[in-house]
């Protein structure tokens, strides 16, 4: 005679492919979130630094103040200064 099993069968432990796609969208959103950060942190301090250099007597301010004196000159400059960086490469 032939023994038949009372075992219950078990739902199978993977994922199915709702809960794959939902974790792997929670691993964007969180990545993506970091991503953010990063990039609010680097503003944040490129923002800093700018200000810093336009204070009064720092580079930026005298390139700007230099600019408004003279703007064909300097626009002569940066165009020599872009040919020079240009054939360097």
């Known amino acids: 005679m ?3 099993s009372m ?3 078990q739902p199978n432990s ?3 492919m709702a809960e794959r796609a939902i974790d792997a969208a929670t691993d964007v ?3 993506i979130g ?3 950060g990063g990039l609010r942190a680097a503003v944040d301090r490129l923002t800093y630094a700018i200000d810093e250099a336009r204070k009064p007597g720092r580079p930026l301010a005298t390139v700007a103040a230099i600019t408004r004196e003279a703007p064909l000159t300097s626009l002569f400059v940066a165009f020599l200064f872009g ?3 240009a054939r360097r490469r």
């Open 7 to 9: 075992d219950i069968p």
């Open 29 to 31: 959103s969180h990545t």
């Open 2 to 4: 032939a023994s038949l």
């Open 34 to 36: 970091e991503v953010a």
């Open 14 to 16: 993977q994922p199915g």
């Open 83 to 85: 040919i020079a960086i």
